[in-house]
């Protein structure tokens, strides 16, 4: 058994290492090909950069894909995390986006399109969301897919955490370039605001994958944050200081929001499943 552990550890090891190189790599081409072009298309490369990382490593290492994992697994498990994806951003938007209007941080526009906010917010939680997941599937594969179960069976200590800032530090170019956040008055705290909120968000997304031992609730989450906050809560907030108090992940006030829900989310024990039907290998004394 010890022996069986210390050859996942270094199999696992191995394939951070692996893993974290390529996703350097190609972050340096694509972000920096998507910042000197600004085409939006580019994104879809940046996203997918990260499934690509995660598929190399294992093809080099003779991984195998079974522990992405694809498989959906029993509905009345991964159902009602899935159903959580959704509702996560609503109420998230709800909270932070709701305080900044009552309280005239940020001033609230109807858009006139869509049916209005409440039609907008509709289509975002539903086509948007899976319009959004053919981007953020790229991501989920890699991070949640790949990282987050590695870093666990690593043996790296409060690896949840880790894997939030990781995922955090590779967008930090894209908002020291502009192409994200660039409306925010202070570019550096942008950068720790959205470090703070990915870290969060990754506690909530890490309980979806592991407690299902699928990859589709994480990306249903992913995709529906994007979608909602994006384009229905992100729009409808206007005045100067705007950006700094709701600006998507660089708000402080979504930030707070978001600090506050991984607190709720990560409460109690976790169930910790590779596959749906297989518990993943966890080393002894590893703390999430």
């Known amino acids: 058994m010890a ?3 210390v050859d996942t550890r270094r199999q696992a090891r191995r394939g951070l290492t692996v893993f974290l190189i390529l996703v350097a790599v190609f972050a340096a081409i694509f972000q920096s090909i998507l910042a000197a072009t600004t085409n939006p298309w580019w994104v879809y490369a940046v996203m997918w950069s990260v499934a690509a990382a995660s598929v190399v490593t294992r093809l080099v ?10 498989r959906f697994g029993p509905a009345h498990r991964t159902l009602p995390w899935m159903a959580l994806g959704i509702a996560f951003p609503l109420a998230v938007g709800a ?3 709701g305080a900044a209007w009552l309280t005239g941080l940020a001033r609230f526009t109807a858009p006139a399109a869509f049916g209005g906010f409440g039609g907008r917010l509709l289509l975002a939680a539903t086509i948007g969301t899976v319009i959004s997941a053919l981007s953020a599937a790229g991501e989920e594969i890699g991070w949640r897919g790949y990282l987050l ?3 666990i069976q690593a043996g790296v200590p409060r690896p949840v ?3 939030g800032l990781i995922w955090g530090l590779w967008h930090v170019p894209l908002i020291l370039t502009g192409f994200v956040y ?6 550096w705290l942008a950068v720790l605001v959205f470090l703070i909120s990915a870290i969060a968000t990754g506690y909530v997304i890490a309980r979806t994958r592991l407690e299902t031992g699928s990859i589709w ?5 992913h995709a529906a944050y994007n979608s909602v906050i994006q384009a229905a809560f992100d729009p409808a907030a206007s005045g100067p200081n705007a950006a700094l108090w709701v600006g998507e992940e660089a708000g402080l006030l979504v930030a707070a929001t978001l600090v506050v829900a991984a607190v709720i989310c990560g409460r109690g024990t976790w169930r910790l ?4 039907d297989r518990p993943l290998a966890v080393p002894p004394g590893i703390r999430l």
Request: glycine fraction near 8%; hydrophobic fraction near 40%; aromatic fraction near 14%.
């Open 273 to 276: 499943l590779a596959t749906p």
């Open 95 to 97: 909270v932070a986006y």
């Open 217 to 221: 609730p994480p990306i249903t989450l």
């Open 149 to 151: 179960t590695r870093l």
């Open 3 to 5: 022996s069986t552990v």
């Open 161 to 163: 955490f880790v894997s």
């Open 182 to 187: 660039g409306g925010h008055p202070y570019t």
């Open 61 to 70: 290492l003779n991984e195998g894909f079974a522990d992405v994992s694809f």
